[in-house]
């Protein structure tokens, strides 16, 4: 007699679903190697969702070259501002910075996060210009009292690894924007990819049934309805990880490959993106912001790292043809 099969109870992908080790996520990918040199991050806080109006531009879509209806997500993205960089060496126990330069111009709230460190001596860019390692990476922080529906002072610190194709471009780009503030488009523009990396809405503790979508038991089961039949065999006498239990839900690290960026809004009182009553749980957009095609990770006013794209992309247009976007209300007003 043939064996029974059944499809499995719950799906494995993103296992283990562990609870994310920070609210922000680090980048740990390394620096793509482009022709020209520039920043190879950015970061920016979620606004909310609305839908737009577009002519597809996927080739093998149903409706390429008709005009569709899809969902588009806000990332409000004030400017960030440099106040150091980094030089890195790979070694058998992984990277080590070789040399460090810390310039002015940071913001009067950067105390708030760490000691601010005084400026560097002229020497130290010539330290830096010597020392060994062939990884850039400038320390940046946002400003977040140029948003004022996050509610935050104090700024995050991070990293960005700078692209470019040889050691003296980077070099040289890092020192232009020491101390200065870089906008997003120095990331990307209408029409290309970016990568968001971000922390998901957290759920807290879960149960089976919740967690993993598994079958309800019968109703006439002995104990309870909301449970799994059984945590595996006699042998292995131990309970693998392919059983659906109960746990952490929610608040995961994810990474949204290759997303459009279908408009660059630099000045929201000029280009209004803002709908009618504010965004649900954000408020009034009042810096600039990136329109995506499709949904993010997070709820509203999470912060989160963008990046260049890693896997291979369709060929980038130069500029998405944006019918309509909808700045109708969200709230029923």
Request: charged fraction near 25%.
């Given at each position: 007699?043939?064996?029974?099969?059944?499809?499995?109870?719950?799906?494995?992908?993103?296992?283990p679903?562990?609870?994310?080790?920070?609210?922000?996520?680090?980048?740990?990918?390394?620096?793509?190697?482009?022709?020209?040199?520039?920043?190879?991050?950015?970061?920016?806080?979620?606004?909310?969702?609305t839908h737009?109006?577009?002519?597809?531009?996927?080739?093998?879509?149903t409706?390429?070259?008709?005009?569709?209806?899809?969902?588009v997500?806000?990332?409000?993205?004030?400017p960030?501002?440099?106040?150091?960089?980094?030089?890195?060496?790979?070694?058998?126990?992984?990277?080590?910075?070789?040399a460090?330069?810390?310039?002015?111009g940071?913001s009067?709230?950067?105390?708030?996060?760490?000691?601010?460190?005084?400026?560097?001596?002229?020497?130290?860019?010539?330290?830096?210009a010597?020392?060994?390692?062939?990884?850039?990476?400038?320390?940046?922080?946002?400003?977040?009292?140029?948003?004022?529906?996050?509610?935050?002072?104090?700024?995050?610190?991070?990293?960005?690894?700078?692209?470019?194709?040889?050691?003296?471009?980077?070099?040289?780009y890092?020192?232009?924007?020491?101390?200065?503030?870089?906008?997003?488009?120095?990331?990307?523009?209408?029409?290309?990819?970016?990568?968001?990396?971000?922390v998901?809405k957290?759920?807290?503790?879960?149960?089976?049934?919740?967690?993993?979508?598994?079958?309800?038991?019968?109703?006439?089961?002995?104990?309870?309805?909301?449970?799994?039949?059984?945590?595996?065999?006699?042998?292995?006498?131990?309970?693998?990880?392919?059983?659906?239990?109960?746990?952490?839900?929610?608040?995961?690290?994810?990474?949204?490959?290759?997303?459009?960026?279908?408009?660059?809004?630099?000045?929201?009182?000029?280009?209004?993106?803002?709908?009618?009553?504010?965004?649900?749980?954000?408020?009034?957009?009042?810096t600039?912001?990136?329109?995506?095609?499709?949904?993010?990770?997070?709820?509203?006013?999470?912060l989160?790292?963008?990046?260049?794209?890693?896997?291979?992309v369709?060929?980038?247009v130069?500029?998405?043809?944006?019918?309509?976007?909808?700045v109708?209300?969200?709230?029923?007003?």
């Amino acid at each position: 007699m043939a064996r029974r099969h059944r499809p499995r109870r719950g799906s494995l992908a993103f296992s283990p679903r562990s609870r994310a080790a920070r609210l922000f996520p680090r980048l740990r990918r390394p620096a793509t190697h482009a022709k020209e040199p520039g920043l190879d991050g950015f970061a920016g806080y979620k606004v909310g969702m609305t839908h737009a109006f577009i002519v597809d531009y996927r080739k093998r879509s149903t409706t390429a070259g008709q005009e569709v209806q899809v969902p588009v997500t806000v990332v409000e993205v004030p400017p960030i501002r440099v106040v150091g960089i980094r030089r890195y060496e790979q070694t058998p126990y992984g990277r080590r910075i070789t040399a460090e330069v810390w310039g002015d111009g940071a913001s009067d709230d950067l105390w708030r996060r760490l000691p601010v460190h005084p400026p560097s001596a002229p020497s130290a860019l010539e330290q830096l210009a010597a020392a060994p390692g062939d990884e850039l990476r400038l320390i940046a922080h946002t400003q977040p009292r140029l948003v004022s529906s996050v509610g935050e002072k104090s700024p995050t610190v991070f990293e960005i690894p700078v692209r470019g194709d040889s050691i003296e471009s980077r070099l040289r780009y890092a020192r232009e924007h020491l101390g200065k503030e870089v906008a997003v488009d120095e990331l990307a523009k209408e029409g290309e990819f970016v990568d968001v990396i971000g922390v998901t809405k957290g759920f807290g503790f879960q149960g089976h049934i919740q967690r993993w979508g598994v079958k309800l038991q019968p109703r006439k089961n002995s104990k309870h309805r909301r449970m799994i039949g059984t945590l595996g065999p006699h042998n292995p006498s131990f309970v693998t990880y392919r059983i659906p239990q109960a746990g952490q839900q929610g608040f995961h690290r994810r990474t949204q490959f290759n997303m459009r960026v279908l408009k660059v809004i630099k000045d929201p009182r000029h280009d209004p993106v803002t709908p009618a009553g504010g965004f649900p749980g954000y408020g009034e957009v009042r810096t600039g912001c990136l329109v995506l095609h499709g949904s993010l990770p997070g709820p509203a006013k999470r912060l989160l790292r963008f990046a260049t794209p890693r896997r291979s992309v369709v060929a980038s247009v130069e500029k998405v043809d944006l019918r309509y976007l909808s700045v109708a209300s969200k709230q029923g007003a």
